[in-house]
């Protein structure tokens, strides 16, 4: 009786042990799924850099990887996602990373604009600096992105200049480059995205 009382206890104390184990490894497993969720979450809310790519932002090509050949020459613009080409994830976290793509003449931009283009390809944030909204329509006749919240327009040639309306600053820049025919970032925003609230 008292070997079975001692192989019971034993039994029990083993038992014990190994719950603790599992709860022990549960928390570690659980710690390192939230560590690697949020860093991901700050991947993609992160501000492009150089080195990302482009991908579709919408449509039925949304998440595919933009190449200079998709860009019609002339506009519309194409809206945009970076990707991460480390780790393949798209920067669509934030919605202030939304990028507008276009196709121009190269001769038609002026010179700082060709220097931040590759191609007649320039990039500018789609994020309206008057109130935020997406600039999503594009005047074909003044080649211009155009939001249609309250009709502000922005000349791709030049630099994101306010054409007309509300805005109260240019679109923020974003420099391409093209490498072995791949289209990339070749920097950050030259300047704060969006409407500046102070
Ligand atoms: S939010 Fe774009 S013009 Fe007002």
Request: net charge negative; aromatic share 6%.
């Given at each position: 009786m008292a070997e079975d009382s001692e192989m019971c206890s034993c039994f029990a104390r083993s038992l014990e042990r190994r719950t603790a184990l599992k709860m022990a490894l549960g928390l570690v497993v659980g710690f390192n799924f939230v560590h690697v969720a949020a860093a991901q979450d700050d991947a993609r809310s992160a501000r492009p850099r150089a080195g990302d790519l482009f991908t579709f932002a919408e449509g039925v090509e949304e998440g595919r990887v933009i190449a200079p050949g998709d860009l019609a020459q002339g506009g519309p613009q194409v809206m945009a996602f970076p990707l991460d080409p480390r780790t393949r994830l798209v920067r669509d976290?934030?919605?202030?990373?939304?990028?507008?793509?276009?196709?121009?003449?190269?001769?038609?931009?002026?010179?700082?604009?060709?220097?931040?283009?590759?191609?007649?390809?320039?990039?500018?944030?789609?994020?309206?600096?008057?109130?935020?909204?997406?600039?999503?329509?594009?005047?074909?006749?003044?080649?211009?992105?155009?939001?249609?919240?309250?009709?502000?327009?922005?000349?791709?040639?030049?630099?994101?200049?306010?054409?007309?309306?509300?805005?109260?600053?240019?679109?923020?820049?974003?420099?391409?480059?093209?490498?072995?025919g791949v289209l990339m970032a070749a920097g950050g925003f030259s300047a704060h995205v969006g409407p500046k609230t102070r």
């Open positions: 976290g934030s919605r202030l990373n939304k990028l507008l793509l276009v196709r121009l003449d190269p001769a038609g931009l002026d010179e700082e604009t060709r220097g931040h283009a590759a191609d007649g390809i320039v990039a500018y944030s789609a994020i309206c600096t008057h109130q935020g909204c997406d600039v999503m329509a594009w005047d074909a006749e003044l080649q211009s992105f155009w939001c249609p919240c309250h009709d502000s327009k922005f000349d791709p040639r030049d630099g994101g200049r306010v054409v007309t309306g509300p805005a109260p600053r240019r679109l923020p820049a974003l420099p391409v480059k093209i490498a072995d």
